[in-house]
């Protein structure tokens, strides 16, 4: 077994993150590794517990009566109702100071047990065992956690780096294909903002990747989790370098903040965001059109994206502005100026931005027209 262990800086010392097929079956030794605890209290959703529950069990060696959590990990079902449930499941649970939390799932069950973990007596051990691409590539990396209001995304939620993350791509398997394409986005995001090489291997591979070849995963997950962990590791509480994990990112909390959260799978959002985010960048004349135009076309294979919703720009430019990166009212957008590149732009002219919001679902759709006649 190929195993990479990966290490993260963090303001409470390093941790690291073991990626690897058959990781999973390593988690109890590994766990040991971190000290001793009182109890153990996995914290997961129904849905994946009924997938992967039986290899995280023995994975972990855990005894019949060990504390499962569950909740349910719908976007819509990221709010501090969520985190009350658990850290009361916990009280009755009779977890300490010294018990060890575990989230095993996707991003919204690392955010949500992360702010718990975070917050249930002041902070309890943490450890990530993310079970979606999304969450193996970009969530569980960095120690972000935090829950959604009605006003907004992310809101409210603390920095609450993990002890250790185990990303084993043996539990994508029971992954739907929608969620897997949704994690890709980010994989995208990635290859956009730091890695022109791996972008260029997307291109050509991507067809690989969708059928989630053995070797093409166990190349591509690790050099994302290196580049997640290279920006946080340089910049953990996002003052600065750690925004260009956002690229995409100004666009899709508006689209999942303006539909509820129930239109969009995270990452689908993040797809439409960043084919805006391009548009954006050559409307600026920052990006140059063949990045675009290769931009677009690497988007657009994750397949067919839930439509753009069907309200104004300004509605969507209402909710970008109670986005976490507006500062004092002015809209901040990370752009790439070249594939492989990315960088944060504010006072970015909103007529520009209102361009992009009413061009951007009208340009994709006319030319899925277009292809969809051609191949007809």
């Given amino acids: 077994m190929k195993m990479k262990r990966i290490l993260v800086k963090s303001s409470v010392g390093p941790y690291s993150i073991l990626s ?3 990781v999973i079956r390593r988690a109890a030794q590994e766990i040991k590794g971190l000290g001793q605890f009182s109890s153990l209290h ?4 129904p849905k994946v517990w009924r997938a992967v529950g039986e290899s995280v069990r023995r994975g972990l060696r855990l005894s019949k009566g060990s504390t499962i959590h569950l909740f349910d990990d719908a976007e819509s079902a990221k709010n501090l109702r969520s985190v009350e449930e658990i850290t009361r499941s916990l009280c009755r649970a009779g977890a300490d100071r010294k018990s060890l939390l575990v989230a095993v799932g ?23 065992i993310p079970t979606t691409l999304v969450s193996q590539v970009d969530s569980s990396i960095g120690g972000k956690t935090g829950v959604n209001l009605p006003e907004g995304k992310n809101l409210v939620g603390a920095f609450y780096p993990p002890a250790l993350v185990l990303t084993d791509p043996e ?26 090489k791996m972008f260029a291997i997307l291109e050509k591979d991507f067809e690989k990747v969708l059928r989630r070849d053995r070797s093409a995963l166990g190349f591509l997950i690790p050099r994302n989790v290196q580049i997640k962990a290279r920006v946080v590791s340089r910049d953990e509480r996002e003052s600065g370098l750690r925004e260009i994990l956002n690229y995409g990112h100004t666009f899709a909390h508006a689209l999942e903040s303006v539909t509820k959260y129930r239109r969009y799978q995270h990452g689908e959002a993040v797809a439409w965001g960043m084919i805006a985010a391009a548009f954006l960048g050559h409307e600026l004349g920052l990006t140059r059109a063949d990045d675009v ?7 657009r294979l994750l397949g067919p994206l839930p439509s753009w919703p069907r309200v104004s720009p300004a509605a969507l430019l209402g909710a970008m502005r109670s986005d976490k990166k507006t ?3 002015i809209l901040r ?11 944060s732009y504010d ?7 209102e361009r992009v919001l009413h061009f951007t679902p009208r340009l994709i759709t006319a030319s899925s027209k277009l292809s969809r006649g051609r191949h007809g």
């Fill in 327 to 329: 500062r004092a009212g």
């Fill in 106 to 128: 996707g991003g919204v069950v690392g955010d949500v047990a992360g702010f718990a973990a975070a917050s249930f007596l002041r902070g309890v051990k943490l450890v990530h």
């Fill in 42 to 45: 996995v914290v997961s959703s």
């Fill in 171 to 196: 539990l994508l398997r029971t992954l739907s294909d929608r969620e897997f394409r949704g994690g890709l986005a980010e994989v995208i995001k990635h290859s956009i903002i730091a890695d022109a």
């Fill in 347 to 353: 006072a970015v002219p909103l007529h520009a931005v």
């Fill in 293 to 299: 135009s290769r931009i677009v076309a690497l988007v």
């Fill in 20 to 22: 690897g097929a058959g």
């Fill in 333 to 343: 957008f990370v752009l790439s100026p070249r594939i492989g590149e990315a960088r």
